[in-house]
């Protein structure tokens, strides 16, 4: 770790709002809104984060941030069973998310439903593709 703690050490909270980038009040709405991130209170209700805390709020700091999740998007993910057993910190990637047109698929796509303009959808999906990449 920068700081010099062992990565087993328990994290301040003042030490944990400063790696994520994130004002201390966030880590606090997180506690009230995933209840899986609860960290130890001592006297005077000072917060220390176990390291399978501090691995969680770098999890919901990615996903909310990085990966344009949303508060209930991320709970969601987390009450998934499967989700959960997800590694902490995935293999690093050149992107946060890959663009439609970069996909590839072999199988073929569904059939539209009636009254879709497929055209305009894509003519939106380019003029959006081009507008996030700069």
Do not use: C
């Amino acid at each position: 770790m920068a700081d010099g703690k062992s990565p087993d050490a328990f994290r301040t909270i003042g030490e944990l709002s400063a790696e994520l980038g994130v004002a201390q009040h966030i880590l606090r709405y997180w506690e009230t809104k995933f209840p899986q991130l609860r960290p130890l209170q001592r006297a005077g209700n000072r917060r220390y984060y176990r390291p399978d805390d501090v691995a969680l709020a770098r999890r919901i700091h990615r996903l909310l941030n990085e990966q344009g999740y949303t508060v209930r998007g991320v709970q969601k993910l987390l009450g998934d069973k499967s989700a959960v057993d997800e590694p902490a910190t995935p293999p690093p990637t050149s992107a946060p998310f890959a663009f439609p047109s970069d996909a590839r698929s072999d199988e073929p796509a569904a059939p539209p439903s009636p009254g879709v303009d497929l055209d305009r959808i894509a003519a939106l999906r380019d003029r959006l593709v081009s507008a996030l990449r700069g």
